[in-house]
């Protein structure tokens, strides 16, 4: 199972912080899980392109593909000072 990482207000949005699931067919990059991410919850990922990724620790595009054992974690906007 992947492990779906969320911070700061995507954490809050989400509802959590962390969760482990199966992929599911199809969704073999982390644009194409954005974008499944998306149409299970629309205010999350209403604005893919301002999220941020990384695979395995490694900050990722939505090209870079993805596999079951990988962790995925997502990084909106933040701001601070």
């Known amino acids: 199972m992947a492990q779906l990482l969320y911070f700061a207000w ?17 969704i073999d990059t ?15 990922f209403a604005h893919p392109t301002v999220i941020r ?12 593909p993805i596999a079951d054992t990988d962790e995925i974690a997502f990084f909106p906007p933040v ?3």
Do not use: I, K, Y
């Not at 995507?10 to 199809?26: A, F, I, K, N, Q």
């Not at 982390?30 to 999350?44: I, Q, Y």
């Not at 990724?53 to 870079?64: D, G, L």
């Open 30 to 44: 982390v644009g194409a899980l954005m974008s499944w991410l998306h149409a299970r919850d629309p205010g999350a």
């Open 79 to 81: 701001t601070g000072g």
């Open 53 to 64: 990724a990384a695979v395995n620790q490694s900050f990722a595009t939505p090209a870079t």
């Open 10 to 26: 995507l954490r809050e949005r989400m509802g959590r912080s962390t969760e482990h699931l199966p992929l599911p067919p199809g």
